[in-house]
């Protein structure tokens, strides 16, 4: 699947350089309402995340680097969307109180999902020899 070093250095790269739409979008979310930029911008991230699902299994090198851009590029958008609308619903006093309890939770969730999909592989390739 990953013929040449331009493939990989493509998908290295673009989240990193996605990050530039979040300075023309910040505009964008402030006129068209936080929520609602928010919600459609992570609707279209979340889907075309079962999208780049199905362009790895059909092997389509070039259908996920296009669907793995949209993917980013709208991630971006939803981030500066909520970040905005983040500040403003939460206090000053338990601001970071709140961000740091998200980021915890968050990690030991990404750590479970890690565990679980390595003793999924671990257990799938002793049924398999």
């Not at 590029?73 to 939460?90: G, N, P, T, Y």
Request: with cysteine; hydrophobic share 60%.
């Amino acid at each position: 699947m990953w013929r040449s070093c331009l493939n990989r250095g493509l998908v290295a790269a673009i989240p990193f350089v996605s990050q530039l739409v979040q300075i023309p979008f910040a505009a964008l979310a402030e006129n068209f309402g936080r929520k609602k930029v928010s919600f459609v911008a992570n609707l279209i991230s979340r889907i075309s995340l079962l999208l780049i699902a199905g362009a790895c299994l059909t092997g389509s090198i070039t259908w996920f680097v296009v669907i793995f851009v949209i993917y980013s590029v709208f991630k971006e958008i939803s981030a500066v969307a909520w970040s905005s609308w983040m500040r403003d619903l939460l206090p000053l006093n338990i601001r970071g109180e709140f961000y740091a309890k998200r980021v915890a939770y968050g990690k030991f969730a990404s750590l479970m999902v890690v565990l679980a999909v390595a003793a999924i592989f671990h257990f799938a390739s002793d049924s398999l020899r």
